[in-house]
């Protein structure tokens, strides 16, 4: 029988400041989040297993395992949002946490009110993919998929938001996905880097380059034969990036 607290969102902080973590627990259970928190980059692993958070708040100085290693393995099963807090501010640092799979980076210190819009954008993506996943029929856009490039080139299922390339199904995070399947939609059309930053990840983040360049990045390494010659997922230099239009018998 589920119980009222069965029911709230399943929030994880990893956070070895005591005072931000105390902080973030008591901040997020007063808005209803069923919240745990804990210290220690391999005592979060298995409460994590256990607990099996619907989103991850996670610092990267962490004892015993750093959070970069968290992330690593935490990805090897768990596609849950994960939301980076940390003091560093340096590009690289930011890059690597994306290229590992976080879903956002918020440096510190920040304001409450940001770190719930974030936390809501999160959560709001990984609800809409896992209704879409879920459905057995429905569709997305103007046409139920997207095909380029022949039987083993890339096709995008967007009625059960499944990717394939060259004949093999592909696993993509959610945001990888949304990101794919925003150009898919638009097969043909340069979109912007900034509108792919709003329409992706949202208003507040249309100044985020980093993020598309690492997520593009990611895509290339997992869709294409050779992600130093792409050709899926292109760009127009300076402007933004597109898919090419659909095989013809797909239109």
Known sequence: ???????????????????????????????????????????????????????????????????????????????????ILSAHDEEPVKIRALDLGADDYLTKPFSLNELLARVRVA??????????????????????????????????????????????????????YDLLCELARNAGKVLTHRELLQRVWGPDYSGENTYLRTFVRHLRRKLEPDPSQPHFLLNELGVGYFVPPPDPDDL
């Not at 429905?138 to 995008?156: A, D, F, I, T």
Request: hydrophobic content about 40%; glycine content about 6%.
């Open 1 to 83: 029988m589920s119980t009222a607290t069965d029911k709230k969102v399943r929030i994880l902080c990893v956070e070895d400041d005591p005072q931000m973590r105390t902080f973030l627990l008591a901040q997020l259970k007063a808005r209803g989040f069923n919240t745990q928190a804990v210290r220690d980059g391999a005592q979060a692993i298995d409460l994590a297993a256990i607990f099996q958070p619907q989103l991850v708040l996670l610092d990267l100085s962490l004892p015993s395992l750093d959070g970069l290693s968290f992330l690593r393995r935490l990805r090897e099963w768990s596609s849950a949002p994960v939301i």
């Open 123 to 176: 959560l709001r993506r990984a609800e809409e993919t896992a209704r879409l996943r879920n459905s057995a029929t429905g569709n997305e856009g103007q046409r139920p998929s997207y095909h380029c490039g022949g039987e083993n080139g890339l096709q995008v299922d967007f009625a059960h938001r499944t990717v394939r390339s060259n004949g093999l199904e592909v696993h993509l995070t959610p945001t990888e």
